[in-house]
C-alpha cells in the first residue's frame, strides 16, 4: 500500500458534479485560497477526537466556498461512541450529563452503548437561547431543586464532542450578546461550560466538549468579528483568511462541472493514500477511518523542547497579548503532525499554523516578523539536521533515544539551553499546560518532572478519560465497522 506520510496531494483538484444535491467533502476543488481551511478543519477535527477542541473561524467574501466547505466537512466527521441514546452523547467512560453521570460502570454496562456520527449542529443567528442551551421541561420536573434531571436539552448539549457551526458569527455577535456570552463560556477552556439558566430554579452548569466553527464576511454589516466583539474572535484558537482561486486553470476547474470521468480517476488517487481504502466506495468514510485512527496517536506524539522555547520566546519577544495565541499554536502543530501522521511536531508544524493563530491576534506587521523569526529557526533546525546526519556517520546517533521517548528528562539541553533558561520555559508551559487542559486534568495537576516531557501532554483526552481515547479511534463498533 502506498504511504500516507504526507497530506494526498492528489486531492486538490475534484471537479464538482452538477447532480450532486450537496457539495460533497472530497468533490470541492482545492486551491491554495482555500486550502488552508481544509487543513484547520481536519485539525480541528483530529484534536476534538483527542478531547482538546480546536475552534476555527473563516473570513472570507461572498461566494468563496467558505460555508460549503465547512458543512461539506459532515462527510468526513467520524464516529464516536456514546452511552446509548444519550441526547448529550455522554462518553461510556466519563458520563457527565444529568441522566447518566452518577451512574455505577455496571449500570452503564447494562444500558448498552452505540457508535453515532459525530454531531454537527448549527446555530442561526436568529436562534433563541432556550433552542441553544436547552429549557426546563417543567411536565417532567420531579424536584425543583435538581431541574436539570428535567432538561431539554438544546444544540450546544447535542452537539457534545462534536461541532457547532455558526455562519455569519460577526452578525451573532451583533445582533445576540447573550447568545455570545453563552459562546465565550463553551469556548473560554477546554472543555467548556455550559450555564443553564432558567426563571425561579437555581442556575446549573455542565461541561461541554465541542468545536465551534464559525463563518463571517469581514466586509459585510456589522464588519470584522474582531471589531464587533473582539474577546469572541480571541476565542477562536484559528482565524483562517478565504482566498480567490489564483489560476486561471483552477477556476477553469471549478467550472467544469459534471465530467464524470475526471472524477473517477481523482477518486482513485485519492482512496489510494487512506489506509485500507482501496476499491472502497466512499472515500469520506474512509478519512473519516483515518482521522479517528490518527486521533489516537495525538497523545503520544511529541513536542519538542526547543519548540517550546521556540513558542516562550516568540511570546516575550513579540509582545503577544493573548496565550491562548501560543496555546493554539503547540495544539495546532501536534494535530497537524498527527494529520500526517508523524510521531513529532516540527517547526515547520509551528510555522503551517503560526498564521492560523496569530492573524486575528497580532497586525499585519507583526505577524510577517514572527513568521520571519519561524523561518530563521526552522532554516537553523534545517541546518542542525543535516549537520547531525553528518557527525552521524562517526558516532552512532547520539541523540537519537533521547529525541524518541527517551526517559524523563533525557534531552532536555540539546541545543545549548542553559538549565535555569529550561527551567523558567518548563514554569511558562506548567501554565500554559495547565490553562489548556483546564481543571479536568484528572491525571494529576502537577507539572511533569522535566520539560523533555512536556510535549506528550499528560492531559490529552482528559475529558472523556483514558480508556476511551483508544475506543475512539477503533473502528469495529456495531454501528461504524458492522454496517459496511
Ligand atoms: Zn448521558
Request: charge should be neutral; aromatic fraction near 4%.
Amino acid at each position: 500500500m502506498q504511504a500516507h506520510g504526507t497530506m494526498p496531494v492528489a486531492w486538490i483538484h475534484r471537479p464538482v458534479g452538477r447532480w450532486v444535491a450537496m457539495a460533497r467533502y472530497f468533490e470541492l476543488v482545492r486551491h491554495d485560497g482555500n486550502r488552508p481551511l481544509f487543513s484547520a478543519l481536519e485539525i480541528s477535527i483530529i484534536s476534538l477526537l483527542a478531547g482538546l477542541p480546536l475552534h476555527v473561524h473563516v473570513e472570507g467574501l461572498r461566494g468563496t466556498g467558505k460555508t460549503t466547505i465547512m458543512r461539506g466537512a459532515k462527510d468526513i466527521l467520524p464516529h464516536i461512541e456514546r452511552i446509548k441514546g444519550c441526547a448529550y452523547n455522554c462518553d461510556p467512560a466519563a458520563p457527565h450529563c444529568p441522566v447518566h453521570r452518577n451512574m455505577t460502570r455496571e449500570e452503564i454496562a447494562r444500558t448498552g452503548t452505540e457508535w453515532v456520527k459525530m454531531p454537527f449542529l448549527e446555530i442561526s443567528h436568529s436562534a433563541k437561547i432556550g433552542t441553544v442551551v436547552g429549557s426546563i421541561d417543567l411536565g417532567r420536573l420531579v424536584d425543583p431543586s435538581m431541574p436539570e434531571a428535567a432538561l431539554l436539552p438544546g444544540i450546544l448539549p447535542r452537539a457534545n464532542r462534536g461541532i457547532v457551526f455558526v455562519d455569519e458569527i460577526n452578525r451573532l455577535a451583533d445582533t445576540s450578546p447573550e447568545l455570545t456570552d453563552v459562546l465565550l463560556d463553551v469556548m473560554g477552556t477546554k472543555p467548556g461550560r455550559l450555564q443553564v439558566e432558567e426563571v425561579g430554579f437555581a442556575a446549573f452548569e455542565m461541561p461541554i466538549t465541542l468545536s465551534v466553527w464559525g463563518a463571517s464576511n469581514p466586509d459585510e454589516e456589522p464588519g470584522p468579528l474582531e471589531d464587533v466583539r473582539r474577546q469572541l474572535s480571541d476565542r477562536f484558537d484559528f482565524l483562517v483568511t478565504m482566498g480567490r482561486p489564483g489560476e486561471v486553470d483552477v477556476v477553469r476547474e471549478i467550472l467544469e462541472i459534471g465530467v464524470p470521468a475526471r472524477w473517477g480517476k481523482g477518486m482513485h488517487d485519492g482512496v489510494a493514500v487512506c489506509e485500507g481504502a482501496v476499491g472502497q466506495a466512499d472515500p469520506a468514510l474512509h478519512y473519516a477511518d483515518l482521522l479517528a485512527s490518527r486521533s489516537r496517536d495525538l497523545p503520544g506524539v511529541k513536542f519538542p523542547s526547543t519548540l517550546v522555547s521556540l513558542l516562550a520566546q516568540a511570546y516575550v519577544d513579540f509582545g503577544l497579548e493573548s496565550l491562548r495565541a501560543i496555546e493554539a499554536m503547540k495544539l495546532g502543530a501536534l494535530a497537524r503532525a498527527t494529520l500526517e501522521g508523524r510521531k513529532e511536531a516540527t517547526v515547520e508544524d509551528v510555522k503551517a499554523i503560526a498564521s492560523l493563530a496569530l492573524r486575528h491576534r497580532v497586525d499585519i506587521s507583526t505577524l510577517t516578523n514572527i513568521l520571519k523569526f519561524l523561518d530563521e529557526k526552522a532554516a537553523n533546525a534545517r541546518e542542525e539536521r543535516e549537520t547531525k546526519v553528518l557527525a552521524g556517520g562517526v558516532a552512532k546517533e547520539p541523540t537519537a533515544p533521547a529525541e524518541h521517548g527517551g526517559s524523563r528528562g533525557e534531552g532536555i539541553e540539546r541545543k545549548g539551553g542553559s538549565r535555569s533558561l529550561s527551567e523558567a520555559v518548563g514554569r511558562l508551559v506548567c501554565a500554559l499546560r495547565r490553562s489548556l487542559i483546564g481543571k479536568s486534568d484528572t491525571r494529576g495537576a502537577g507539572c511533569p518532572a522535566g520539560p523533555g516531557d512536556y510535549g506528550t501532554a499528560g492531559g490529552w483526552g482528559a475529558p472523556q478519560g483514558d480508556g476511551t481515547l483508544q475506543q475512539r479511534g477503533i473502528r469495529s463498533g456495531p454501528g461504524q465497522g458492522g454496517s459496511r
